[in-house]
């Protein structure tokens, strides 16, 4: 007997861009901000709702809606590798990555979503888990940070959330970082893995310099030493970094070539990808069957709860960057956005799909 499934067909796509004001000042080394920028798409078929979003320009929402919807709208919303291949034909012409990456990424994520919804089953379970919890590192320290607000900082995600590292960013002022990494590693003690983050703002020679002071303190990831786009100077700096410390990058690949080019040229120790930005799910699981093969340890970057059911579904993911802007604006405006418990978040295997839902009333403050 011949089993046939009935399509979904996309019925409409609306998208929405949200600007929420963070609770303090914050600064890494190439950039300072006071707002974080929020773009949700939603993708309706058979009478379930599919949600995704990024983080990225408000611009994102229109494209998403004038440009991307007209792709999808009618086609059966079963098929999500065509989809993704018809939405990336679709920016041919106004280019893959970047802006046009973002908004690609989140319709992807509504789409499996969508997709798991219409089985009634949680995305992880669709997708393959390999684990059911994922370990996640604390993430953020900002260079406009007191040494209190620092030590408070880190001292909740190791002593409250039972982080196993964390992460504080450096570079707006180098000669000042080695204080302020003393300073971390006096909140968590010897016990707790340390990285910085310089997210390009240094040179090969400043970066070489600086690591050996980390060193000291005992730093194991240094992230983004040099522009991602210096792929010859991250490669040159892996290979002469203290034994111990770990070179990652790749928070802003957007196409799989751009995580090949990393690999291939030997130019990290850890590979990140940012589903929200990457392809969504479809570019994310790419990565990390590219990952597999080049036998590298894959770091999922920032928006925990979007990464959830994938990255339980990705076979070398170490870890999940629990970024403080992201996971205090998924608590804040998504039902079902995880906590940490015991250094790690789980899925809520009783909810269909990524397991979250959009609060519209409680966003709609921040609406653009």
Known sequence: ???TRRQAPVESIRARAYRVPTDRLEA???????STTLVVAEVIAAGKTGLGYTYTD??????????????????????VGALWQRMQQRVRNIGRSGLAANAISALDCALWDVKARLLDMPLARLLGAVRERVPIYGSGGFTTYSDDEIRDQLAHWVHEDGCAWVKIKIGSEPAHDPHRVSVARNAIGDGTGLFVDANGALDRKQALFYAERFADHGVEWFEEPVSSDDIAGLASIRNALPAHIELAAGEYGYTLDDFRTLLVKEAVDVLQADLTRCGGITGFLRVAALCDAFHMPLSAHCAPALHLHVACAAPRLRHQEWFHDHVRIEQMLFDGAPRAHEGAMSPDWTRPGCGLEFRHADAHRYAL
Not at 28 to 34: E, N, P, R, V
């Open 58 to 79: 408000a611009s994102a929402a229109k494209l998403i809606e004038a440009t991307l919807a007209p792709t999808l709208v009618g086609e059966d919303a079963w098929e």
């Open 28 to 34: 890494d080394g190439t950039f300072a901000w006071d």
């Open 1 to 3: 007997m011949l089993l």
